[in-house]
Structure formats: structure tokens, C-alpha cells
């Protein structure tokens, strides 16, 4: 292959150097299908590129002098699926701890079974540490955060995921609130032996970088430091290898002082006035900033300094139609970075807000100028443009965060748990908007970003949730309805959000959405009934019928009843059915099934004390064991 024809020898050189920089520095383990072998690629290049041997290694010499660049791992927390519950309610509140261990251990190796005891906290030090958010009671939690973990040797480094239950402090009275099971109860009285404020751990992922691609994407098993409890569920993350030149950071907008000579020189020279110095300055940047990442508010100079000297007559023709075109460029690549704002501005990535409110300023300022009003004839409507590029944007967030979560399985169940992810992600946005993004929406654009992406959102929610609704029939399967009960109260909360809109004409297209649902309500109610009515049947197989703990005079079955109601109870305030002949009925189902179990309660506490009573072969006791059982009931 022949280069010089599209190259000057100057530039094949740079060229060349970088080729050979990016083979010498290389990360990560090779694909089955890459070539391992770096003099072989080497070899390669020096004949691609024309290189005789003098020539190659005179340029490799000048690579092996340049400095190394900064290693980094790219590292997303995707998600994690099958956690073990730590909490008396069977949930976690699950989070990650994340950094590069320098010294690489053995048991990072992925075939060895040895515990590894340390912990992230023990490893790296406490500034290295990278930690996701918490997400509330769950076993499936999804974070979908990124971080930028530094390194110094690929053969030593190891990276380290440890994850974390939250010990919220909270009440022993509420916590019984939550209990569902005996094993709920005795978790009571574990947290009330360990130091309030101690988080569980829930398992760990270690991988030596060395083993790791230049890029993977995986689920990963989570490892115990103990045998107990060995099957602790997988952690989904993906790795990016990657590398920056050391010293280098984002472009801040000012000259060396050396371009800064040629250009007073030139402006000397050709008696160029302040203003037509400005506007070539402007030309370069904003035509830059559409190529090059550095921080807008670098234009802010420019347009100041343009709307103080504006005077139109100053220009020819084909300036004014240069400078019309350069204004019109930048505001069409502005909006459509605000239009892409969640990639665009990741959360994850440090300064994200300050650039997008500089970027908001910046065509504020632009368009308020006298220049761009006279040049651009067909003004448009700033805060018009926005909300349109926000409503698309929002729409097209939606529709791949959508495809993202399809199932591999087509199930009504997989559908339903698909759906109720999509929730997740579209209530969590819009806690961002709401919480994070808005006011810096507000306060340049008098715009509520939080009010548009609700109503585009809740609109594209609703729709889609109908339609995949459509295709359940009246029999529905038992996973099928229970998913469904986790799609219902994600769409409550996704509802109740309402409250942050300003104002609102009409209805929302989810304020009936409680009607959807009205074919699964039955198999809820009934699923409430039968693990009730399975737990307390089982807490009187277990009762041996004697007062449970020094100043209670009940058995320990009458505890386990109290939970089973306790969690009747539960159910009918998740679902809060918003209408009054309904929900009324309900609760009398409700009612209903409480005193069944009551009834079935007493029966069968009478049947285990006479049992019991039958196997010591003392008849009489039975009337006390009856008394301790179910007197709390009589």
C-alpha cells in the first residue's frame, strides 16, 4: 500500500509513530482472532507503510522515548441478578465498592476456589475507592453507572467489586412491620447482635486485568468469603481497556504563547481591528467546538466582545453570510447535544452539568445578540427549538432503553418483568430531571425539563404498557400475575410523580391505570391468602405450644400469625385501589381471608395440643397448651 501519494513524508512519519506507540502500548488479553505477537505486527506495519529498516527504527526509538501514556479501566456496573436478601422484608438495599488493587493476589485468578477474605475497604486505599448508589430492596438491582479506574501495571493490577447491603437504621417496631417469615425474626435478632450502622456483605467479583480483552462484557458469578450461603447470585459488568496521554486534559480554550505571537504578528501586520480579530476568533471556535471537546463557556469571550463592537456596515457580504452560516451551525449542533443530553452528559463522568449549563448559556447569549438577530432574518424561538429537541430526545431514550430490555424469551412473565425494569429506568430518569437537571433548564431557558420528559414519558409508558396488557387473556398464569404486581406499583410511583408538574391541562393518559390491572387482582388476593394460610399451617406444625420469650404468654405460632396478617395488611395499602365501590370490596375478600385463617388457626391449634398432649400421655395439659396457642385469639 502506497501512502506517500495522500501523506507528505513529514506527516507518514507522525503517522507511523503513532502506529507504532499503540502496538507498543497495548492492554488486555487478545482476542482468539487478533495476533498476539507484537514483533509480528510491527513487521506488519513497516511494510504497509513503506518503511525501510533504517527509517523504522529510527521512529521506534523516538516511541520507546516518549512517555508511557495512563492506563485506565473503563468499568460499567451494569447489574446483578439473584442477590441473596439480607433484610427481614427477603430484599437488599444492594451497592457496589469498586478500585484497582496495584499487588494482584492468587485467588483473583478465576479457576481458584479459595476465599478471598479482604475486602475493597482493606485493598485500596479509601480515595482509589469508586462506590455505585443504593438501590432500595431488591434482589435484581440495575445501576448502569460508569467509572474510570487508573492503573499503573497490567501485570500486577487486579480489579475488585465488593457488594454491599445497606444498613439503614431503623426501628426494632418497624422492622416487625416488615417481617414475613420466622426467618425475618431470627434476622431481627442477628442485626440487634451486630453494630447498628454495619452493612452485609453480599459477594465480590476479582479479575486480573491481564485477563481481561480490551473490551468484555459479562455476567460474573459473585464470590462469598465464606461457604455459607455459596450461590449468592451474578454482578453484570463490562470493561473497556483504555489509555490517555499522560498530562493531557480537556482543551481549555487558551493559546500558547507562541500561536498567540503569530497571530498578534499577523493582526499587526494586515492592521486588523480589535473587532475583525474577534470575529476570526469566533469562526475558528465555534467551528472547533463542533469537532474538538472543550468547555463552551471559552465562546462566551467572543459573543460578549462581538455584541459590545456590532456595527453591521463593517462586514462585506460574503463575512456576513460566513458569520450567518457559523451562528446557524453552532445553534443546530448545540440542540442536538441537548437533544442527546443523557449520553452527551452522563452523570457518571465528572463536570457533566457544568457543561451543559455553559453549552445552555452560550446559545442563550447568541441569540440574544444584535448580530444574530439582524444576520439570521428567520430568528428562531430558542426555548420552541429546545423543547422540541427535549420531547425527541426524551422519545428516542425511551424506544432504545426499550429494545435494550427485550426479553430473549417471548413470555408473558418475561414481558411482565421486562416492563417493570423499563419502569425502573424511566422513574429514575426523571428523578434525575427532576432533581439534578431542571433548574439548570429554568434558569437559562424558563424551561421545565422535568414537566416535558413526564408527560412525553408517561404518554410512551402508557401506551406501551397497554398494549402489551392487550395480549393477556383472563387465565392467567400465577408468574404472570405476579409480575404483573411489581408492574402496578412501578406504575404507582411512576403516577404519584405527578405532584412535581407545575400545571396540567386534562388527564394523564395513566390516571386510570389501575383498571389495566383488574383481571390479575383476584390471583393477588389469592396469592396474599395462600402464603398466609401455608405459613401460619406450618408456624403451628412447629409450635411446641409454650410461652414464647420471659414476658409473653403466647407460643411462637401466635407471633408468626401476627406477621402472616401484618402482611394482608401490606398488600391492600400497596395496592391503594383508587376507586371507592372497588377497593371497598376488596377489602371485605380481605376480611374475609383473615378471619378463614383465624378459624383454620384455632382448629389446628386444638388439634396440636391434643397431640402433643396425647404423646406425653397427660390429657389434661391440653387445655393450657390451647390457652398459651390461641387464648390471644379467643
Not at 476456589?113 to 479509601?126: C, Y
Not at 475488585?160 to 416487625?176: A, F, I, Q, T, Y
Not at 483504555?242 to 498530562?247: D, I, M, N
Not at 420469650?549 to 395496592?575: F, M, P, R
Request: a negative charge.
Amino acid at each position: 500500500m502506497d501512502l506517500s501519494h495522500r501523506f507528505s513524508k513529514q506527516e507518514l512519519a507522525l503517522l507511523y509513530q503513532e502506529v507504532l506507540y499503540t502496538i507498543r502500548h497495548r492492554l488486555g488479553k487478545p482476542q482468539p482472532q487478533h495476533v498476539a505477537d507484537a514483533e509480528e505486527l510491527y513487521s506488519y506495519v513497516q511494510k504497509a507503510f513503506g518503511m525501510d529498516a533504517e527509517e523504522h527504527r529510527a521512529i521506534m526509538q523516538q516511541v520507546q522515548e516518549l512517555e508511557s501514556p495512563i492506563f485506565c479501566l473503563k468499568a460499567t456496573v451494569k447489574e446483578a441478578k439473584g442477590i441473596l436478601g439480607k433484610d427481614v422484608s427477603g430484599f437488599s438495599d444492594p451497592y457496589c465498592l469498586l478500585g484497582i488493587e496495584s499487588k494482584s493476589q492468587e485467588p483473583a485468578h478465576p479457576d481458584s476456589r479459595r476465599r478471598l477474605k479482604a475486602v475493597v475497604k482493606d485493598l485500596i486505599p479509601e480515595d482509589q475507592i469508586h462506590r455505585t448508589q443504593i438501590i432500595s430492596q431488591t434482589l435484581n438491582p440495575v445501576w448502569d453507572e460508569t467509572f474510570i479506574l487508573e492503573f499503573e501495571d497490567m501485570e500486577t493490577a487486579s480489579f475488585h467489586l465488593d457488594m454491599w447491603d445497606s444498613d439503614m437504621v431503623e426501628s426494632v417496631r418497624h422492622k416487625l412491620g416488615e417481617l414475613t417469615d420466622l426467618h425475618g425474626l431470627k434476622r431481627i435478632f442477628k442485626d440487634a447482635r451486630k453494630d447498628k450502622g454495619q452493612d452485609d456483605f453480599l459477594g465480590n467479583v476479582v479479575l486480573r486485568l491481564k485477563d481481561l480483552h480490551c473490551w468484555d462484557d459479562q455476567w460474573y458469578q459473585l464470590e462469598p468469603r465464606t461457604e455459607t450461603y455459596p450461590n449468592r447470585g451474578q454482578c453484570h459488568l463490562q470493561f473497556l481497556l483504555t489509555h490517555k496521554k499522560a498530562g493531557s486534559t480537556a482543551w481549555d480554550g487558551e493559546l500558547s504563547p507562541h500561536a498567540s505571537t503569530v497571530l498578534y504578528l499577523h493582526a499587526t501586520q494586515k492592521d486588523l481591528s480589535d473587532f475583525h480579530q474577534v470575529m476570526a476568533q469566533w469562526l475558528a471556535y465555534s467551528k472547533l467546538y463542533q469537532s474538538l471537546e472543550f468547555n463552551s463557556s471559552c465562546l462566551l469571550h467572543q459573543i460578549t466582545s462581538i455584541e459590545y463592537q456590532w456595527v453591521q456596515e463593517r462586514l462585506r457580504p460574503e463575512q456576513k453570510a460566513e458569520l450567518a452560516e457559523s451562528f446557524q451551525s453552532l445553534l443546530t449542533y448545540g440542540v442536538s447535544l441537548i437533544r442527546r443530553y443523557r449520553i452527551i452528559f452522563p452523570l457518571s463522568v465528572a463536570r457533566s452539568t457544568e457543561r451543559l449549563q455553559s453549552l445552555l448559556r452560550v446559545l442563550v447569549q447568541m441569540c440574544k445578540m444584535k448580530a444574530f438577530r439582524e444576520l439570521c432574518t428567520l430568528s428562531p424561538d430558542l426555548p420552541r427549538m429546545v423543547s422540541e429537541a427535549l420531547k425527541s430526545g426524551t422519545t428516542e431514550w425511551f424506544y432504545m432503553k426499550k429494545q435494550h430490555l427485550q426479553p430473549m424469551v417471548k413470555s408473558m412473565e418475561e414481558n411482565g418483568k421486562a416492563l417493570a425494569k423499563l419502569l425502573l429506568e424511566v422513574i429514575g430518569d426523571l428523578q434525575q430531571c427532576q432533581k439534578i437537571w431542571n433548574k439548570f433548564f429554568i434558569s437559562t431557558l424558563k424551561l421545565n425539563l422535568f414537566s416535558i420528559a413526564y408527560l412525553e414519558l408517561e404518554s410512551l409508558v402508557a401506551e406501551h404498557v397497554q398494549e402489551q396488557l392487550r395480549e393477556i387473556d383472563t387465565g392467567m398464569s400465577k408468574p404472570t400475575a405476579e409480575s404483573l404486581f411489581q408492574l402496578y406499583l412501578n406504575l404507582q410511583e411512576l403516577y404519584r410523580m405527578k405532584d412535581f408538574l407545575p400545571k396540567r391541562d386534562g388527564p394523564l393518559a395513566l390516571s386510570d391505570f389501575h383498571q389495566w390491572f383488574k383481571e390479575a387482582v383476584p390471583q393477588w388476593l389469592q396469592k396474599a391468602y395462600s402464603i398466609a394460610l401455608e405459613r401460619a399451617q406450618r408456624a403451628v406444625q412447629m409450635d411446641q405450644l409454650t410461652p414464647f420469650g420471659e414476658h409473653n404468654k403466647h407460643s411462637t405460632s401466635t407471633v408468626d400469625l401476627s406477621t402472616c396478617y401484618a402482611q394482608i395488611v401490606k398488600t391492600w395499602q400497596q395496592l391503594n385501589w383508587p376507586d371507592p365501590e372497588e377497593a371497598f370490596m376488596i377489602m371485605v375478600k380481605l376480611v374475609e381471608d383473615m378471619c378463614k385463617i383465624a378459624l383454620m388457626y384455632c382448629r389446628l391449634v386444638k388439634e396440636r395440643a391434643e397431640a402433643l398432649s396425647l404423646c406425653e400421655q397427660n390429657e389434661g395439659e391440653a387445655a393450657n397448651r390451647v390457652g398459651t396457642g390461641a387464648g390471644h385469639w379467643a
